[in-house]
């Protein structure tokens, strides 16, 4: 009991900042006791505002107040220390197992207060005294207790490492330089340390001038997040206005001709209910007219005949019937043409202007600090270009009525008959050629196998599909670019203008795009692949493979690439 109360008495006169037993206490105006040196070292960390507190009930004061030495607090701890205090407050000071604990102490060890570097000790409050009354051991190197002490110890030499050698960059004892390290670039760890620790706050204060920027560029990138996010809000409600009034043109312009087709409706039916009418008329007078023509031939006296066949034999002028000219089933079928003509003509603007649309969405970019990536190179080799191949299929939508698909639609043949199609907006009439079904983008890599002069292409899903070659034809126009590969020459073609090609001559040709980058090229694949000719350019949309047939029997066919 008796402990327990020294205990209890010894936690009322400790420093509540250091946690330990006062040393020259003092106490401040709101009741709170302090070491003198720990009051002032808090409050030194106030200084910059100019406003003082209290650690425990932070009561403020202004200015700051000048202490002194409670001289009565200072003996009662004293007294205190004589009776056994310190003993028993030390009972919470012992070392556990992931504490350091004190290499003097005998018996149950006391936490360790310091380490020194230069004895490679570890010490408990008490038995560090010695460190600041010893003017010797006052040089000493005091820091954080640590288990590591034994690492500053020279294994071989059992020597304390005090010397860094820059050769071998490694810290090394005194001894060690006259042996192993003799002739090595050394200097003292201390020098060492304090021209890193140099290096080191240059570091720290270019990392943290990276810090700051990065801050500043996701700050500024938020602020772009914000603005990209307003603009595409804006975007939306602006199109959807923008649609809604299309179609609301569409409703008016949908109405209207409803109204003018029941409007002339109306008057046509009002047109041949009134000649119906009339001519419903006469039909009665002429069978009234009939009838008395029949009575008056069944009159047996002559006179009574002659004298009343005068006004019964004229007839009415007949209803005008010539105008009549009936139609079956043809009277509005030509608005149905006109509408069915604004129709196509209206997807044709909308199918355009969607790629336009389209690119447009995908040419907004916020732009960052950093450079964009290289483009990765062009492969050397054939399984370098297999890692792109792709999957390509032709559409029979835009086949030539000439071609036949086969082969799941990767294969087409000129063929004399006259296949049935359906008609099509998107089928070239004019021109043997074909498109494939697929948009390309990105990299891509495909092949085709010929049998027979063939044009291999790529083009813009809004070329031409009627009129001359140069409308429609594959590279006669700057919406398509072609290779014609003839039984033993090539040509290339765009805009119309002509190159001629040199190299083997295969059946097979490998086409690599790289659409970013705006690359085309063409190779001749036999045992080896050959390049034909590459094109540099800009790519504005999504292109097609496409294929061109010269001859009737003529076959080719996109390969299945594994």
Request: net charge neutral.
């Amino acid at each position: 009991m008796a402990q327990q109360g020294a205990q209890l008495d010894g936690a009322k006169f400790r420093c509540s900042i250091c946690l330990d037993l006062l040393k020259d206490p003092v106490t401040t105006t709101c009741g709170h006791s302090y070491c003198m040196s720990c009051i002032n070292n808090f409050w030194d960390e106030e200084d910059q505002r100019k406003i003082y507190s209290c650690p425990q009930c932070r009561q403020a004061f202004t200015p700051r107040p000048v202490l002194k030495k409670n001289t009565m607090l200072a003996a009662l701890v004293e007294q205190l220390k004589k009776t056994g205090l310190q003993a028993a407050a030390a009972d919470h000071c012992y070392a556990g197992p992931e504490d350091v604990a004190c290499d003097v102490c005998t018996g149950r060890k006391l936490k360790a207060f310091k380490s020194c570097l230069t004895c490679s000790a570890s010490y408990c409050e008490n038995h560090l005294q010695s460190h600041f009354e010893s003017t010797k051991l006052q040089k000493h190197k005091l820091v954080e207790p640590s288990e590591k002490l034994q690492e500053n110890i020279c294994s071989r030499h059992d020597e304390v490492m005090k010397i860094f050698c820059r050769t071998d960059k490694k810290c090394i004892c005194y001894l060690c330089t006259m042996e192993d390290h003799k002739g090595h670039d050394t200097v003292p760890a201390v020098a060492e340390r304090t021209e890193r620790q140099r290096e080191l706050e240059v570091s720290r204060l270019n990392i943290q001038q990276r810090i700051q920027d990065r801050e500043k560029d996701v700050k500024l990138l938020q602020q772009e997040v914000e603005v990209v996010s307003r603009s595409a809000d804006k975007a939306v409600e602006d199109s959807e206005k923008i649609f809604t009034q299309l179609i609301r043109l569409l409703q008016k312009r949908s109405s209207n001709v409803k109204q003018q087709i029941r409007s002339q409706q109306e008057t046509e039916v009002s047109r041949v209910n009134e000649l119906q009418e009339k001519l419903q008329q006469e039909i009665t007078e002429l069978k009234r007219k009939d009838a008395e023509l029949k009575q008056l031939s069944h009159t047996e006296d002559h006179n009574q005949f002659l004298h009343n066949y005068p006004s019964v034999s004229q007839l009415s002028e007949p209803t005008d019937s010539s105008s009549i000219n009936i139609r079956p089933l043809r009277y509005f079928e030509a608005v149905t043409a006109a509408v069915s003509e604004l129709r196509d003509k209206l997807q044709d603007i909308l199918k355009d202007k969607r790629t336009n649309i389209s690119l447009a969405v995908t040419e907004v970019k916020v732009l960052l600090s950093e450079p964009e990536p290289e483009p990765e190179p062009e492969p050397k080799t054939r399984a370098g270009f297999l890692r792109y191949s792709c999957e390509i299929t032709l559409d029979p939508n835009t086949a030539n009525p000439k071609l036949l698909l086969s082969e799941g639609n990767r294969k087409v043949k000129w063929t004399s008959k006259h296949q049935s199609y359906s008609s099509h907006r998107d089928r070239f009439y004019d021109r043997r050629q074909v498109l494939s079904r697929e948009s390309l983008t990105g990299r891509c890599y495909w092949e085709v196998e010929r049998r027979g002069e063939v044009r291999v292409a790529v083009a813009y899903e809004n070329i031409s599909r009627g009129g001359n070659r140069n409308e429609c034809g594959f590279g006669y126009n700057d919406k398509s670019w072609s290779l014609v590969c003839g039984t033993d020459w090539y040509q290339f073609w765009f805009n119309n203008i002509l190159t001629p090609i040199s190299g083997p001559v295969s059946s097979r040709v490998g086409v690599y795009l790289d659409h970013r980058a705006g690359i085309l090229s063409f190779y001749s694949v036999s045992e080896t692949m050959t390049l034909l000719h590459r094109v540099q350019t800009t790519f504005t949309q999504p292109v097609y493979a496409g294929l061109h047939l010269y001859f009737e029997g003529v076959t080719a066919e996109l390969c299945k690439l594994k």
